[in-house]
T-cell receptor, first 115, second 109 residues
Framework: EPEVTQTPSHQVTQMGQEVILRCVPI?????FYWYRQILGQKVEFLVS????????KSEIFDDQFSVERPDGSNFTLKIRSTKLEDSAMYFC?????????????FGEGSWLTVV | RKEVEQDPGPFNVPEGATVAFNCTYS??????FFWYRQDCRKEPKLLMS???SGNEDGRFTAQLNRASQYISLLIRDSKLSDSATYLC??????????FGAGTRLTVKP
């Protein structure tokens, strides 16, 4: 069964450093997403991406965050200067073409720890 | 403001019990609705979509009441393996899906 894959599974970084989280969505999917989940809290929407541009972003997704689809297969989330409060599990997700509201499929997540 | 509200629980039930979870959403323009299941430190996984007519998948039944902006999930004959957090998910425009905080279920022998 095709799946969304994410790397790294866990990253520890120092405050102020840049971090890039990588994702390979399911190959025929056209919509891509990043979510985050702080330990013990709910899953929070960050951004959605379609047709090589951001289609929606939340208030969390400020200028410190950016997304890119550099080569037609990878979908990356960059955090420019990490803060302690960026420590969370970051989930990439994708959904297939078709009507809005299609099921989205999540990767296993990248656990980011900022120290 | 987009909000999805769930009773956080926890719900602790014996095997074989029937348990129901509720969810309300604030944006009447919401388009699609889902229940996801999340095990500890794992990714959310789709349990079922929720339709206005109600839908059933084995022991699981989901209902949607658009007038009341209310979604429910009923689990019959609970199994130990049903222990997880159940997430109510509401889909808005532009591929924006919002999650409730989840309801924690523990099924005990």
């Amino acid at each position: 069964e095709p799946e969304v894959t994410q790397t790294p599974s866990h990253q520890v970084t120092q405050m102020g450093q840049e971090v890039i989280l990588r994702c390979v969505p399911i190959s025929n999917h056209l919509y891509f997403y990043w979510y985050r989940q702080i330990l013990g809290q709910k899953v929070e929407f960050l951004v959605s991406f379609y047709n090589n541009e951001i289609s929606e972003k939340s208030e969390i997704f400020d200028d410190q965050f950016s997304v890119e689809r550099p080569d037609g297969s990878n979908f990356t989330l960059k955090i420019r200067s990490t803060k302690l409060e960026d420590s969370a599990m970051y989930f990439c997700a994708s959904s297939p073409p078709g009507t809005l509201g299609n099921t989205i499929y999540f990767g296993e997540g990248s656990w980011l720890t900022v120290v | 403001r987009k909000e999805v509200e769930q009773d956080p629980g926890p719900f602790n039930v014996p095997e074989g019990a029937t348990v129901a979870f509720n969810c309300t959403y604030s944006n009447s323009a919401s388009q699609s609705f889902f229940w996801y299941r999340q095990d500890c430190r794992k990714e959310p996984k789709l349990l079922m979509s929720v339709y206005s007519s109600g839908n059933e998948d084995g022991r699981f039944t989901a209902q949607l009441n658009r007038a009341s902006q209310y979604i429910s999930l009923l689990i019959r004959d609970s199994k130990l393996s049903d222990s997880a957090t159940y997430l109510c998910v509401v889909f808005y425009n532009n591929n924006d899906m919002r999650f409730g905080a989840g309801t924690r279920l523990t099924v005990k022998p």
